[in-house]
């Protein structure tokens, strides 16, 4: 690792119908497409959309680490 080096952090939230894996996924997913050399995503967070008493969709918050440009 180079000392220099210099990384940024955002935090996203993903969602799925289907499991808190499948909602981190596509924030990682969307990320990619927006910043380039991510590193490491820590879950900060996760719960549920409930309607009518069921869950409607998981929700994943991701703090998620990219290399800084220069």
């Known amino acids: 690792m180079n000392a220099s080096s210099v ?3 955002v935090e996203l939230i993903g969602s799925s119908s289907d499991s808190w894996e ?4 596509n924030a990682v997913r969307e990320a ?3 910043y380039d050399d991510l590193r ?6 996760m719960d549920v959309l ?10 994943t918050k991701l703090r998620l680490s990219y290399k800084s440009p220069g």
């Open 7 to 9: 990384y940024r952090v």
């Open 32 to 34: 990619s497409s927006t």
């Open 22 to 25: 499948a909602a981190a996924s």
């Open 40 to 45: 490491v995503a820590e879950v900060v967070e």
């Open 50 to 59: 409930i309607e009518d008493g069921a869950i409607i969709a998981f929700r």
